[in-house]
């Protein structure tokens, strides 16, 4: 019996050609950025109209960092997400009382540089539905992910975890296969590796990334 094709997402959305190319291809989420601090950053109304018409068997992502409820409300009340990610400091109380005041799956994304990343990490796989494996952003950048760094992928090879995975940061079509074979991985992100320029999405890019990573 052979293995299930790599699930993928399509992170970073700002058009709605690139949302229908991305589903087109065989993504399985979709995420937008609420974040200003990213080229990919989209307002509330902005995510309701690229959202709006995704299929039910598509997951709908919102990346969220250090957002507080307040913000949140704000989205929720606007458009319909299926899975929040959170991108930044939040701690493991905060991803469990999220996840019980809005009764939403939650992905906590964890920037890794070694192996001590990783067992810290654990806290987070006690409390979140995803976790989501990101290089650790330099010091001083302006943004926690999407700067197309990578880590080495072989430090998850043979991890098990409470609950299920991605693994992102610098996969492009041409080193996802790879990626995927030395993690062990069974869901990738991009953003970055699929745009012809920061916030600007490819969708020729987004389906060989897509075909690289599900081995078609």
């Not at 509330?44 to 109209?49: D, K, L, P, V």
């Not at 650790?136 to 998850?156: C, E, I, Q, V, Y």
């Amino acid at each position: 019996m052979s293995a299930k094709p790599v699930k993928v997402k399509i992170c970073g959305l700002t058009e709605e050609e690139m949302v229908d190319a991305a589903i087109d291809a065989g993504a399985d989420f979709v995420g937008v950025v609420f974040f200003e601090n990213s080229p990919r950053h989209v307002s509330i109304e902005r995510a309701n109209e690229l959202l709006e018409f995704v299929p039910e068997e598509v997951m709908r992502v919102g990346l969220f960092v250090d957002a507080d409820n307040a913000f949140l409300d704000r989205v929720m009340n606007h458009l319909r997400l299926d899975l929040f990610q959170f991108h930044g400091r939040e701690t493991p109380e905060r991803i469990e009382a999220v996840r019980q005041e809005y009764g939403m799956p939650v992905m906590k994304a964890l920037g890794i540089a070694s192996a001590a990343d990783l067992d810290a990490a654990q806290a987070y796989a006690e409390v979140a539905d995803w976790l989501l494996f990101d290089a650790k952003a330099p010091a001083g950048a302006g943004r926690p992910g999407g700067n197309a760094l990578s880590f080495d992928w072989s430090l998850l090879s043979g991890r098990k975890w409470p609950c299920p995975w991605m693994l992102a940061g610098g996969l492009d079509a041409g080193n996802v296969a790879e990626a995927v074979r030395l993690s062990g991985a069974r869901a990738v992100d991009v953003s970055s590796g699929v745009e012809q320029a920061p916030g600007v999405k490819d969708a020729e890019k987004i389906a060989a990334f897509i075909r690289a990573a599900k081995g078609e």
